[in-house]
């Protein structure tokens, strides 16, 4: 599910005025809903313009409530859900400061900023509660299948309101595998400084080519210097002269790595590759495939 979003750095600055866990739950208590804004783009990816006044005095109800909420959509035409639109909360428990949510398996089709989207939403909203210090979030019981393990709490997500602050997401990263038979997911958080979509990617691409040593890896490139860019869903990379290379000597498995690395960037739907020489690689358009690879 993908709503735009560009990074994670411009979080609210009302955030930090106001500090995470200082809301009792007392019953006509009113706490923010934290969305994403329909303008992520251009701005803060987050609003918390909706709210919801809880009415148990029960920290561990409140909670459910504002989950509740936080699943049924925002009524404002200017945010926006992170969340799949049939995805249930099966259970909410509350111990020694650690809020314990169980969803339902359609939490787990999102991956890569659309997840940590979802996360941190959830994270900001119930760490308003004074008795939630941090969230541990299942899929069906057990652990999320392509997500940071362990409890989140808000100063994991490294926002301080300011783009020279470093920006921490997660990812997988698609390899080749040794064989040559199909794509390795590697699981990887990632640190940007910046908000756009195209800092994301090229975070990315960079770290596919410092790769692993589990894993077939590109040659290194700094792509920081290089074009790419993202708009109406493609974002397009001008590929360096040792990457055409490999491409072209290796097959289309590489292809894949890169297409499915990028496309799990929100407002990323298709890489469209361009090379220096006339190649077949020049203006390429790839879509991601379903079902790539298995996480490790």
């Known amino acids: 599910m993908k709503k735009g979003i560009c990074g994670l750095c411009a979080l609210l600055l009302a955030l930090s005025l106001c500090g995470c866990g200082s809301a009792q739950a007392e019953a006509g208590t009113a706490l923010a809903l934290y969305f994403l804004s329909?303008?992520?783009?251009?701005?803060?990816?987050?609003?918390?313009?909706?709210?919801?006044?809880?009415?148990?005095?029960?920290?561990?109800?409140?909670?459910?409530?504002?989950?509740?909420?936080l699943l049924a959509g925002p009524e404002l035409t200017t945010e926006a859900s992170p969340f799949p639109s049939s995805v249930r909360l099966l259970s909410c428990t509350l111990s020694d400061g650690v809020l314990t949510l169980n969803f339902s398996e359609e939490y787990g089709r999102l991956s890569g900023s659309a997840l940590t989207a979802a996360n941190y939403s959830l994270v900001l909203t119930l760490c308003q509660l004074e008795d939630v210090d941090g969230l541990l979030l299942l899929l069906e019981g057990g652990a999320l299948p392509s997500g940071p393990s362990g409890v989140l709490t808000p100063e994991q997500a490294n926002l301080q309101g300011s783009v020279s602050d470093p920006v921490t997401f997660a990812v997988q990263l698609y390899f080749p595998n040794a064989d040559g038979t199909g794509l390795e997911a590697d699981y990887r958080e990632l640190s940007v400084f910046g908000t756009a979509s195209k800092t994301w990617c090229v975070a990315i691409l960079e770290a596919l080519s410092v790769g692993s040593s589990d894993y077939s890896v590109f040659p290194e490139a700094?792509?920081?210097?290089?074009?790419?860019?993202?708009?109406q869903g493609i974002c397009d990379v001008q590929l360096p002269d040792s990457w055409t290379e490999c491409i072209l000597q290796n097959g289309d498995l590489w292809l894949e790595s890169i297409t499915e690395s990028l496309c799990q960037v929100d407002g990323v739907n298709a890489v469209r590759l361009h090379t220096s020489d006339a190649t077949t690689l020049d203006g390429q358009i790839l879509y991601p495939q379903e079902n790539t690879a298995e996480t490790d």
């Open 222 to 231: 700094d792509f920081s210097s290089r074009e790419v860019s993202v708009s």
């Open 38 to 69: 329909a303008e992520a783009e251009t701005g803060s990816i987050y609003s918390s313009d909706s709210t919801l006044t809880v009415d148990t005095e029960d920290s561990e109800e409140a909670a459910r409530q504002l989950v509740e909420a």
